[in-house]
């Protein structure tokens, strides 16, 4: 079974943020940024139960070649994405999304 994504608006930016950044460091490094994103998105679609939640349902993945981790909850019909972040960053971003700062 494949699960349906849903990404919010405020998700796509952290995307674009980091697809910007890591252009602007080299040429092409976005779209490599970007391909690695979507083999882990992909890998949500198809069976999210791997990751043990972290904080109440939320749960994570992490990018294999970029230091970026994707937050998320698993529905009974869907994956909510929360945020795709730099590891380094304040938990605080994605725990203010869903009600827990």
Known sequence: MN?????????????????????RN?????????ADLEVTLDRLKKGPPFAAPIDGDVRFAKLKRFPY??????????IEVLA???GKRN???????????
């Open 3 to 23: 699960w349906p994504l849903v990404i919010q608006r405020i998700v796509k930016r952290d995307i674009a943020g980091a697809i910007r950044w890591y252009d």
């Open 26 to 34: 080299r040429e092409g490094l976005g779209d490599q940024f970007e």
């Open 69 to 78: 981790v994707v937050y998320f909850r698993q529905h009974e019909d869907r």
């Open 84 to 86: 795709v972040l730099h």
């Open 91 to 101: 938990p605080k971003v994605w725990q203010r999304r869903v009600g827990r700062v």
